[in-house]
T-cell receptor
Framework: DAKTTQPTSMDCAEGRAANLPCNHS???????VYWYRQIHSQGPQYIIH???NNETNEMASLIITEDRKSSTLILPHATLRDTAVYYC????????FGPGTSLSVIP | SQTIHQWPATLVQPVGSPLSLECTVE??????LYWYRQAAGRGLQLLFY??????ISSEVPQNLSASRPQDRQFILSSKKLLLSDSGFYLC????????????FGPGTRLTVL
């Protein structure tokens, strides 16, 4: 079973920040948090990952709480092309993809 | 840069027929390779992974098999397809262990009738 829980779906207005939460209360000290997204009928795409510190790249920011039991993926200015299923994954030994969050960006 | 290819893109097969899906990676050596299946509206299920030529680990017992005849080639096969084999099959690679970032191919949509 996936070690993370995410909301099933979310909406976000175009141009606004999309904040996607993820709970991983059983995370171990050496397990990374990874985020991928899957646009309809395509393979998943890597977005970002982190261990303890917050991370930022050209696609998104990852905020990890101090106790590491939850994290938030932030898309700073959502566009229609960001509509996808977003997967939050915690893994040390193997990757387990849960159902993810279906994000709809609305014009 | 590295690229990953899968073919065919779509496939419709009758129940009981054989299956062969191919995945190749370019631009890297000795990658870890993975096969996933995604049923409609569901998450990804890891089927097989390989850390080297001829080395295959199976995650889920089923009527599918995998082979890695060359360093950058990964093949998913079945002798007799079942209706339940329908789904979206994804190949992925990573540089190191399967805790490393994985890069996915475009996928093969298989429909078994």
């Amino acid at each position: 079973d996936a070690k993370t829980t995410q909301p099933t779906s979310m909406d976000c207005a175009e141009g606004r920040a999309a904040n996607l939460p993820c709970n991983h209360s059983t995370i171990s000290g050496n397990e990374y948090v990874y985020w991928y997204r899957q646009i309809h009928s395509q393979g998943p795409q890597y977005i970002i990952h982190g261990l303890k510190n917050n991370e930022t790249n050209e696609m998104a920011s990852l905020i990890i709480t101090e106790d590491r039991k939850s994290s938030t993926l932030i898309l700073p200015h959502a566009t229609l092309r960001d509509t996808a299923v977003y997967y939050c994954i915690v893994y040390y030994d193997k990757v387990i993809f849960g159902p993810g969050t279906s994000l709809s960006v609305i014009p | 840069s590295q690229t990953i290819h899968q073919w065919p893109a779509t496939l419709v097969q009758p129940v009981g027929s054989p299956l062969s899906l191919e995945c190749t990676v370019e631009g890297t050596s000795n990658p870890n390779l993975y096969w996933y299946r995604q049923a409609a509206g569901r998450g990804l299920q890891l089927l097989f992974y390989s850390v080297g030529i001829g080395q295959i680990s199976s995650e889920v017992p089923q009527n599918l098999s995998a082979s890695r005849p060359q360093d950058r080639q990964f093949i998913l096969s079945s002798k007799k397809l079942l209706l339940s084999d329908s789904g979206f099959y994804l190949c992925a690679w990573s540089v190191d262990s399967h805790t490393d970032t994985q890069y996915f191919g475009p996928g093969t949509r298989l429909t078994v009738l």
